[in-house]
């Protein structure tokens, strides 16, 4: 059964730094692109950032240069690694391999300025 379990949201200072990891089960990250997602409140869901298989990564506009994609093929996990938080990046986050309709459970993330 393909399962996504985000963790290390929480509640930080505008300013401050979080790791967020998603570990996932039955879908072998090594030959998947994996992505990270938000969904800030009463807004839709948006990509936020994607890593390919040969490595190459993309990101929102609105995260470049602050925040970092990548995973672990090993421990089969993918990571988001959010630097410089902005109020505005107040949102669940949620991660999921592009092609499985499967999401995880979201994890909050809460800046305050």
């Known amino acids: 059964q393909v399962q996504l379990v985000e963790s290390g949201g929480g509640l930080v200072q505008a300013g401050g730094s979080l790791r967020l990891s998603c570990v996932v089960s039955?879908?072998?990250?090594?030959?998947?692109?994996v992505a990270w997602y938000q969904q800030a409140p009463g807004k839709e869901r948006e990509l936020v950032a994607t890593?390919?298989?040969?490595?190459?990564?993309t990101y929102a506009d609105s995260v470049k240069g602050r925040f970092a994609i990548s995973k672990d093929n090993a421990l089969n996990t993918m990571y988001l690694q959010m630097n410089s938080l902005k109020p505005e990046d107040t949102a669940v986050y949620y991660c999921?391999?592009?092609?499985?309709?499967?999401w995880g459970q979201g994890t909050q993330v809460t800046v305050s300025s």
């Open positions: 890593l390919e298989v040969n490595g190459r990564t």
């Open positions: 039955e879908i072998n990250l090594s030959v998947n692109i």
């Open positions: 999921r391999v592009p092609g499985y309709v499967e």
